[in-house]
């Protein structure tokens, strides 16, 4: 803003005085009023709305102390310099605790001072108005913000129930096999999944899903994953005959695969899906990136299953290695996601797994004590999802 845009007020009852500083002030390139007493000032000020106001101490009626006061009752944040020849160092510190910008004492020799403390006073004044601006915008943004939050947290607590609708109940079969899961999401939707089915009184089949990324798209392909697995069984009778049991868990693989390029929906996934035949205790599986591997624990130790593959959604046409062991009697198989990799002490890889199977070969034995060890169970945030399947037969 240039100065001959700005509007100045000066209030002095002598006339030599105001005449001398409105004439420089106006060859300055200022616009000047004048008033010369300061009833006429303050309603001048009232009725024209000057940017500053410059006012003499001493005057007859209402003195300058009276007038700086009556202007900062209407406008706070007005800058008033008062000039005086009194050089009272009393009127000084009550003209600056009145909010005066600056004092000057009269007589005011060099003229480019003035000059110099009106324009510092109005750039003062105008980055006040101009920070104000900034806090106003800032406030609105953060109001916009605050609602989009709340809206976003609203859908995202709707989608976790809908997702948590999803995920299967623990699971018992006649012959005495336990199946439960835990999942502890790093944001209000997780991106790893579990399910489970006991099918035809015969087959256990169950998978452990992990969705690259985090939050509502990559939850938005676990719901996919629960209908398109779900379809599968019930048109397809995916793990429902023997046939199905020896080779379903890599048929089941290769759909999901084409269907997940075919649909675009940029994510992909790891897998580890296995069935057990309950009569027989044969348990298949095929692994599909996943990391780390299941622990299975039987009377004889404990120790990771063995098997590698590529992750799903990546490559156009993988094939799946299906593996298969013979299960004991009795035996514990807890599976996990990478997530729990985070919460281990241990930096080095082989280290963390190291730990994980020391404390699920001494916690193995139940899903709560699995997640008790490992200190989840109570923790609401973690770096990653982390998703802990058991299953147990005793």
Not at 273 to 286: A, F, L, N, P
Request: glycine share 6%; aromatic share 6%.
């Amino acid at each position: 803003m240039t100065d001959a845009s700005r509007k100045l007020l000066i209030i002095d009852d002598d006339a030599p005085v105001r005449q001398s500083i409105v004439a420089y002030l106006e060859d300055s390139g200022f616009e000047v009023l004048e008033a010369t007493d300061g009833p006429s000032g303050l309603a001048v000020f009232r009725e024209h709305k000057p940017e500053l106001v410059i006012t003499d101490l001493r005057m007859p009626g209402l003195d300058g102390l009276q007038v700086l006061q009556a202007l900062h009752e209407d406008a706070p944040d007005l800058p008033v310099i008062v000039v005086s020849g009194a050089g009272v160092m009393g009127d000084v510190v009550s003209a600056l605790r009145l909010g005066a910008s600056d004092y000057l004492i009269k007589p005011i020799v060099d003229m480019e001072m003035l000059v110099h403390s009106v324009r510092r006073a109005l750039e003062r004044c105008d980055l006040l108005v101009q920070n104000q601006r900034y806090r106003d915008k800032l406030e609105f943004a953060n109001r916009g913000l605050r609602e989009n939050l709340r809206v976003l947290e609203r859908d995202q607590q709707a989608g976790r129930q809908v997702q948590q609708r999803l995920l299967p109940v623990p699971l018992d079969t006649p012959e005495g096999y336990h199946v439960a899961h835990h999942i502890a999401p790093s944001l209000y939707l997780s991106g790893d999944f579990v399910d489970y089915a006991y099918l035809k009184h015969r087959y256990l089949a169950f998978y452990l899903a992990d969705v690259s990324g985090h939050g509502a798209s990559s939850a938005f392909v676990t719901i996919w994953l629960k209908h398109l697995v779900s379809r599968m069984v019930r048109e397809e009778g995916l793990f429902c005959d023997a046939q199905s049991f020896e080779d379903g868990a890599n048929t089941m693989l290769q759909q999901i695969n084409r269907e997940l390029n075919e649909t675009r929906l940029n994510h992909h996934l790891t897998f580890f899906v296995g069935v057990i035949d309950t009569q027989t205790r044969e348990m298949r599986y095929v692994v599909a990136g996943h990391l780390p591997m299941p622990i299975l624990i039987t009377p004889e130790g404990a120790g990771f299953l063995t098997g590698n593959g590529k992750p799903v959604g990546i490559f156009a046409h993988p094939d799946w290695e299906i593996y298969q062991t013979q299960l004991p009697e009795q035996f514990s198989l807890v599976c996990f996601s990478d997530g729990v990799l985070e919460v281990l002490p241990p930096k080095v890889l082989k280290d963390k797994e190291d730990r994980l199977l020391e404390i699920v070969r001494d916690h193995g034995d139940s899903l709560e004590s699995v997640c008790s060890a490992l200190g989840i169970e109570d923790v609401s945030e973690t770096p990653d999802d982390i998703a802990i399947m058991t299953v147990i037969k005793r």
